[in-house]
């Protein structure tokens, strides 16, 4: 058995792991949801960027897609609507739903109280979106639903990192959650 492996990278190599503490990460405000960054492409090789999501009944991001990134939730409470391609789907806590990329889609938390979930991309990347063109919070304030306005102000932020986000308004006709607020 060897002790190396087919990348030269030895097995007992510490550095190569990534350690984010209970209390760690980056949190940010984006579009109207709370994100802890626990993982980004900026840590290490950018195999994952990995999320923990507080989002507010009402709130979610406008339709998008990712051309080089899957991503995957898990919710852990809460009422969640997601549109994959041309469907919509609700789910609740215990779900998990992978959207391949290249794949419309979007969320919205349309149950009656804030809901909670993990999410992950593979590599990472989008979450750097998150990370330098979302909002800091701010004391004594709650985030505020971006509108589309507010999401290009993002976006252009993060234009020179390429965050592999490419969003799609035009298409949030596609989008029928039951409940929650109407779609922008």
Do not use: C
Not at 33 to 42: C, G
Not at 159 to 173: F, G, H, Q, S, W
């Amino acid at each position: 058995m060897s002790l190396v492996e087919p990348d030269g990278q030895g097995i007992f190599q510490s550095d190569r792991v990534l350690y984010t503490p209970a209390d760690g990460g980056i949190v940010r405000w984006v579009s109207g949801d709370v994100y802890r960054v626990l993982a980004s492409a900026e840590d290490g090789a950018g195999a994952i960027g990995f999320i923990e999501g507080q989002v507010p009944v009402g709130a979610g991001p406008l339709p998008h897609i990712h051309e080089r990134t899957d991503e995957s939730f898990f919710l852990l409470s809460g009422t969640i609507a997601f549109l994959g391609g041309e469907k919509t789907i609700t789910a609740e806590p215990g779900a998990f739903v992978h959207v391949p990329r290249g794949t419309l889609h979007r969320f919205m938390n349309v149950g009656d109280a804030e809901a909670r979930m993990l999410f992950f991309f593979t590599p990472g990347g989008p979450e750097l979106m998150f990370l330098h063109g979302g909002d800091k919070p701010e004391p004594g304030s709650a985030p505020v639903i971006w509108d589309a306005e507010r999401t290009a102000e993002a976006m252009a932020a993060v234009a020179d990192i390429n965050p592999d986000l490419v969003y799609r308004t035009e298409l949030d006709y596609l989008f029928k959650p039951e409940g929650g607020r109407p779609s922008i």
